[in-house]
Each structure stands twice: as structure tokens, then as C-alpha cells.
């Protein structure tokens, strides 16, 4: 598949409308692993900065008060360097999970084509959080309620991936597996945290 700037916009459009239709286009674009891999690191990098300002934005509206704010969000505005780890863990670790977990389950899809298809599902979320913090600008409600939207929206596109992946044929068992996978890796990346030291909870929040 061509990789110009406007064949990747046209693919955005069929990923937003279409998910497994623009799934089936992607597992078969070829690219090699190196470059994928650096996509990825690109992607975590960019959606660090867009966390940061994202955060930044909704501390900073007036009617924002610590207690209304997620501590992880408290958290990763305090050490963006913290953040960016937690996502090359959570990021890498869906790869090989969306792919051994699915062959267990009798999926199909090879590694190769889940690295395509995380990338870009990753790349495509990046694109609609940039969308999100432009809405912050105009108001942090606002934001907020684009920012729940776009959880809807990762879950639905997510499972029509993973659908398309391995060949599954029901969206209910695919996203009961998701929300279990997903809060396996909160509870993993947490207890390493916990390991390492970090303060979970902000002191300005432990101290209410």
C-alpha cells in the first residue's frame, strides 16, 4: 500500500468509519520490523508531550481543583520521563499480548501483522488526542467530554482490529478480553511502580 500523506488520511477516514476494512488494509502493508519499532518509539514520544499538554490544560482551567484531577494525570505532569516508560511498557507488551493471547484463542494473525496494526491503531488514537487538546483550548469541560468519547472510540476500533487480526467474529468476547488484558497491565505496571519506589498517589492528594 502507498504510504503518501493522503492515502494515509483516506485510511484514517476508513479506520474512523470502518475499522476492520482499514485493519485489512494495514496487516498487509509490508513494512519492515525496524521501522515499525521506530514508529512506535516516534508515536510514544509525541503522545507524551500531548499527555503533558493535555494535563497541563485541564489543571489550569479555573474551575479545576487537585481533588477532580486523576492522580495518574497529577503523576505524569510531574515526571513526564515516568510517563514515557509506562507507555513503552503498556505499548510493547500489548504487541506481544495481542498476539500470543489471540493464538491461544485460536486467532490467526501473525507478529508481523499485529506490529502493523498497533502502530497504526496507536497512530490513529494520537491523531484524535491531538483533536482533544485543541477542544481543551477552548474549554476543559469540554475536552473532558471528548476525552471520555475517545475511550468509547479506542475499545470500539481496538476490537475491530483485533477482529480483523485473528479472524474472531465476536466484538463481545473480543472486548471482554480487551478490558481484562487492559486491567492486567494497570495491575502490572502498578506493582512495578510500587517496586521501584514511586509515589503513586501525589503528596498534594495523600495529604487531602
Request: charged content about 10%; aromatic content about 8%.
Given at each position: 500500500?502507498?504510504?503518501?500523506?493522503?492515502?494515509l488520511?483516506?485510511?484514517?477516514?476508513?479506520?474512523?468509519?470502518?475499522p476492520?476494512?482499514?485493519?485489512?488494509?494495514?496487516?498487509?502493508?509490508?513494512?519492515?520490523?525496524?521501522?515499525?519499532?521506530?514508529?512506535?518509539?516516534?508515536?510514544?514520544?509525541?503522545?507524551?508531550?500531548?499527555?503533558?499538554?493535555?494535563?497541563?490544560?485541564?489543571?489550569?482551567?479555573?474551575?479545576?481543583?487537585?481533588?477532580?484531577?486523576?492522580?495518574?494525570?497529577?503523576?505524569?505532569q510531574?515526571?513526564?520521563?515516568?510517563?514515557?516508560?509506562?507507555?513503552?511498557?503498556?505499548?510493547?507488551?500489548?504487541?506481544?499480548?495481542?498476539?500470543?493471547?489471540?493464538?491461544?484463542?485460536?486467532?490467526?494473525?501473525?507478529?508481523?501483522?499485529?506490529?502493523?496494526?498497533?502502530?497504526?491503531?496507536?497512530?490513529?488514537?494520537?491523531?484524535?488526542?491531538?483533536?482533544?487538546?485543541?477542544?481543551?483550548?477552548?474549554?476543559?469541560?469540554?475536552?473532558?467530554?471528548?476525552?471520555?468519547?475517545?475511550?468509547?472510540?479506542?475499545?470500539?476500533?481496538?476490537?475491530?482490529?483485533?477482529?480483523?487480526?485473528h479472524?474472531?467474529?465476536?466484538r463481545?468476547?473480543?472486548?471482554?478480553g480487551i478490558?481484562?488484558?487492559?486491567?492486567?497491565?494497570?495491575?502490572?505496571?502498578?506493582?512495578?511502580?510500587?517496586?521501584?519506589?514511586?509515589?503513586?498517589?501525589?503528596?498534594?492528594?495523600?495529604?487531602?
Amino acid at each position: 500500500m502507498d504510504t503518501t500523506p493522503q492515502n494515509l488520511v483516506a485510511l484514517l477516514r476508513e479506520t474512523l468509519l470502518n475499522p476492520m476494512d482499514a485493519a485489512r488494509q494495514v496487516k498487509h502493508m509490508g513494512l519492515p520490523r525496524e521501522a515499525l519499532w521506530q514508529a512506535l518509539a516516534l508515536i510514544i514520544v509525541v503522545g507524551v508531550l500531548v499527555g503533558e499538554m493535555s494535563s497541563g490544560l485541564i489543571m489550569a482551567a479555573p474551575e479545576a481543583e487537585p481533588a477532580q484531577v486523576p492522580p495518574f494525570m497529577l503523576m505524569m505532569q510531574e515526571n513526564p520521563i515516568l510517563g514515557a516508560l509506562g507507555q513503552v511498557f503498556l505499548l510493547v507488551v500489548s504487541v506481544f499480548a495481542v498476539h500470543r493471547i489471540g493464538v491461544e484463542f485460536g486467532g490467526t494473525g501473525s507478529f508481523d501483522e499485529t506490529l502493523h496494526l498497533v502502530v497504526w491503531f496507536e497512530a490513529v488514537m494520537l491523531v484524535l488526542r491531538v483533536g482533544m487538546l485543541f477542544t481543551l483550548v477552548l474549554s476543559a469541560p469540554l475536552g473532558v467530554m471528548v476525552g471520555f468519547v475517545l475511550v468509547i472510540v479506542h475499545f470500539w476500533l481496538a476490537s475491530g482490529f483485533i477482529m480483523e487480526l485473528h479472524g474472531f467474529t465476536s466484538r463481545g468476547k473480543v472486548l471482554f478480553g480487551i478490558v481484562v488484558a487492559t486491567i492486567a497491565l494497570a495491575i502490572a505496571l502498578m506493582i512495578i511502580l510500587a517496586i521501584l519506589g514511586v509515589q503513586l498517589v501525589p503528596q498534594e492528594l495523600a495529604d487531602v
